[in-house]
């Protein structure tokens, strides 16, 4: 049985950081390629960020810079690692291992970024 789990979630004030992490198991973790997607309320789930099964990391735009992707093919984990979060960044993000085509998604994990 595939799991996906997230967590590090929660309220921040702008500016500030968080770390998220996703737990994978029941899959060939080093095997796959991993992302973290957001969803806002009212918006599109987007994609965030992605490290592939050997290491090479993409951005969307808007995160370039503030956020870092990683991955321990040992603990079976990959992160994200938040910087100076903006109001914007406010969404559910969730955790996604993709192998062609065949994907896999965790529950979600709350980010909020207010004052």
């Known amino acids: 049985q595939v799991q996906l789990v997230e967590s590090g979630g929660g309220l921040v004030q702008p500016g500030g950081s968080l770390r998220l992490s996703c737990a994978a198991s029941?899959?060939?973790?080093?095997?796959?390629?991993m992302h973290w997607y957001r969803q806002a309320p009212g918006k599109q789930r987007e994609l965030v960020a992605i490290?592939?099964?050997?290491?090479?990391?993409n951005y969307v735009d808007s995160v370039k810079g503030r956020f870092t992707i990683s991955r321990d093919n040992a603990k079976n984990m990959v992160y994200l690692q938040m910087n100076n979060l903006e109001s914007e960044d406010t969404a559910v993000y969730y955790c996604n291992a993709n192998k062609r085509l065949i994907g896999y998604w965790g529950q979600g994990t709350q980010v909020t970024v207010s004052s």
């Open positions: 029941g899959i060939i973790f080093s095997a796959y390629d």
């Open positions: 490290i592939t099964s050997w290491g090479s990391t």
